[in-house]
């Protein structure tokens, strides 16, 4: 059975730093795409960034490009997330998922696999 699971959120003063940690069980994540996806209060859930298998040209939305870093480890088993200079506007419930493919322009393609989330709340 796949399972992934979140942790590492928190509350985090803005121009703060969080790292999110994926693990994952049930796969082996050498052989799928992951993905980090959000969802803000009244928002729909957005794809903030993913890694392929080949951990080459990853994903990220816009708005995190040079602030966040996605990164593997498959003898851990895990996909994290390093998150810098955070803002007010990430603030969300940040999940991650497994899915077909990560696309370098437009994301994680066809998500499965669905984490439970972990909070993360960016406020002074």
């Known amino acids: 059975q796949v399972q992934l699971v979140e942790s590492g959120g928190g509350l985090v003063q803005p121009g703060g730093s969080l790292r999110l940690s994926c693990a994952v069980a049930?796969?082996?994540?050498?052989?799928?795409?992951i993905g980090w996806f959000r969802q803000a209060p009244g928002k729909e859930r957005e794809g903030v960034s993913c890694?392929?298998?080949?951990?080459?040209?990853?994903y990220y939305k816009d708005s995190v490009k040079g602030r966040f870093t996605i990164s593997r480890d498959n003898a851990k088993k895990s996909v994290d997330l390093q998150m810098n200079s955070l803002k007010p506007e990430d603030t969300g419930v940040y999940y991650c998922?497994?899915?077909?493919?990560?696309?370098?322009?437009?994301?994680?393609?066809?998500?499965?696999?669905w984490g439970q989330g972990t909070q993360v709340t960016v406020s002074s």
């Open positions: 998922a497994a899915g077909v493919q990560c696309h370098w322009r437009i994301g994680l393609i066809r998500p499965s696999s």
């Open positions: 049930g796969f082996s994540p050498h052989y799928k795409d």
């Open positions: 890694i392929s298998t080949s951990e080459r040209n990853p």
